[in-house]
C-alpha cells in the first residue's frame, strides 16, 4: 500500500539551532514528492517539489533533498516564524492527479 | 498568493440539514480539488475536477457532491450533513496535473454539524 510516514511527529528547537525533518514514503514509481508548510487555522502553503533521487532544493532557511527512499527537509538556523506544521504529499505514477499526504511534523521553534 | 477563497469561512448547522462550501479562484487553473483534514487523519481528497462539469471521486467522497459549471467556481455540497462531517474543508487548485501537480490552498472553511 502506497504510505507517506513524517517523523517526528513534532519538535521543538530553540532559535539557531538547526535540524532535519523527515518523510518516508513507499510507493511505486515516485514521480514528484511536494513538501508545504502550514500556519495554524490557514491552508498549506507549497515550498518545494522534488523529483528524482539526489535533487536538492532551497528557500531562505529551508533546503529540501531527495533519496529512493525518503526527503529531508533541513532548516538552518531556524527563527520563531518558521514554528509550524511542516507537510510532505507524494505523487506516484498509479495515482492519476491525486496526492498521498503525510500526516506532518509541528515544528516550534522558542525564541 | 494563489487567488482562492471560501466561502462561508466558518458554519455552523445541525444534523441533517444540507451545506454547500464555495471556492473560488481568479488564477484560471484548470484543476480543482476539495479536502477535509482532521487530527489523526491528515488532508484527505474528497472530490475533484479535471475540467468544467468534469468531476472525479477521491478518497472520501461519500456524503459529499460537487459541482463546477463555470471555471472558477467549485461548489462542495453536503446533502445530508452528519457530526461526522465535522472538520475543516479545504479547497485547492492546480495549472497541471502529474508530477506537476503543485496544488494552491484556499483558507479553509471550519464546518462544525451539531
Known amino acids: 500500500e502506497d504510505q507517506v510516514t513524517q517523523s517526528p511527529e513534532a519538535l521543538r528547537l530553540q532559535e539557531g539551532e538547526s535540524s532535519s525533518l523527515n518523510c518516508s514514503y513507499t510507493?511505486?514509481?515516485?514521480?514528484?514528492l511536494f513538501w508545504y508548510r502550514q500556519d495554524p487555522g490557514k491552508g498549506p502553503e507549497f515550498l518545494f517539489t522534488l523529483y528524482s533521487a539526489g535533487e536538492e532544493k532551497e528557500k531562505e532557511r529551508l533546503k529540501a533533498t531527495l533519496t529512493k527512499k525518503e526527503s529531508f527537509l533541513h532548516i538552518t538556523a531556524p527563527k520563531p516564524e518558521d514554528s509550524a506544521t511542516y507537510l510532505c504529499?507524494?505523487?506516484?505514477?498509479?495515482?492519476?492527479?491525486?496526492?498521498?499526504w503525510g500526516l506532518g511534523t509541528s515544528l516550534a521553534v522558542n525564541p | 498568493d494563489a487567488g482562492i477563497t471560501q466561502s462561508p469561512r466558518h458554519k455552523v448547522t445541525e444534523t441533517g440539514t444540507p451545506v454547500t462550501l464555495r471556492c473560488h479562484q481568479t488564477?484560471?487553473?484548470?484543476?480543482m480539488y476539495w479536502y477535509r483534514q482532521d487530527p489523526g487523519h491528515g488532508l484527505r481528497l474528497i472530490h475533484y475536477s479535471y475540467g468544467v462539469k468534469d468531476t472525479d471521486k477521491g478518497e472520501v467522497s461519500d456524503g459529499y457532491s460537487v459541482s463546477r459549471s463555470k471555471t472558477e467556481d467549485f461548489l462542495l455540497t453536503l446533502e445530508s450533513a452528519t457530526s461526522s462531517q465535522t472538520s475543516v474543508y479545504f479547497c485547492?487548485?492546480?495549472?497541471?496535473?502529474?508530477?506537476?501537480?503543485?496544488?494552491?490552498f484556499g483558507p479553509g472553511t471550519r464546518l462544525t454539524v451539531l
Open positions: 485547492a487548485i492546480s495549472e497541471k496535473s502529474g508530477s506537476k501537480n503543485e496544488q494552491f
Open positions: 504529499a507524494v505523487y506516484n505514477a498509479g495515482n492519476n492527479r491525486k496526492l498521498i
Open positions: 488564477e484560471n487553473h484548470r484543476y
Open positions: 510507493v511505486s514509481g515516485l514521480r514528484g
